[in-house]
């Protein structure tokens, strides 16, 4: 019964997750001033990677593929790991404010956001997402469907945010770049 009880918290975060999304994007007359890059298939990556976490593990679990063997740390550190998430997703949505958006743009009055989760990664909604959408295999211990979400994530990473820091250097120039020099891309001291 308590495995049922833990599952069911990690699929109403992943809900909250995408309420908060839901909630966080509001309708704004503002356009970018300039779009950004295309991503060539991030934001695709980015979604497979989402659908992989809530519906593809149990669906392997289902299958008996990829069950990890009986470790009673994994489902509560998958529901710390999509807790802090979500928290921090909801953060830096609140940070960013109205220059929050899931597609890459410079904003008119738009600076370079150096406060709240921004001081110390670039990336904080990236971090959370990995977080949220780990969190799930982790929660119903399907080793293969974590394995599948990270590199899913990984490669969507590596082409959205080299493409959203070359936006971000020519839009803002020096600025961005000592920014960049005293932050992590995603976790401090490694990435």
């Not at 470790?71 to 509560?76: D, G, H, I, K």
């Not at 959370?128 to 399907?142: D, E, H």
């Not at 599948?148 to 971000?168: D, F, K, N, S």
Request: hydrophobic content about 50%; proline content about 7%.
């Amino acid at each position: 019964m308590r495995a049922v009880a833990v599952t069911i918290l990690a699929y109403l975060l992943m809900g909250a997750f995408f309420a908060l999304e839901l909630l966080g994007r509001k309708p704004t007359r503002a356009r970018p001033i300039k779009a950004g890059p295309p991503t060539r298939g991030g934001t695709l990556l980015i979604g497979l990677a989402i659908t992989t976490s809530y519906l593809v593990s149990p669906l392997l679990n289902h299958w008996r593929v990829g069950r990890a063997p009986h470790l009673p740390f994994l489902p509560a550190l998958g529901i710390l790991m999509m807790a802090a998430g979500l928290t921090l997703r909801r953060w830096a949505l609140v940070t960013l404010g109205r220059f929050y958006t899931r597609r890459l743009g410079v904003f008119e009055g738009q600076s370079v956001i150096q406060k709240g989760p921004y001081r110390i990664i670039r990336h904080p909604g990236y971090l959370a997402t990995i977080l949220i959408c780990l969190g799930l295999p982790l929660v119903l211990s399907n080793w293969l469907s974590a394995i599948l979400v990270v590199a899913t994530l990984v490669a969507a990473y590596l082409i959205r945010i080299p493409a959203e820091e070359g936006m971000l250097l020519a839009a803002f120039g020096s600025e961005y770049r000592h920014y960049m020099a005293h932050t992590a891309r995603l976790l401090p001291y490694v990435f």
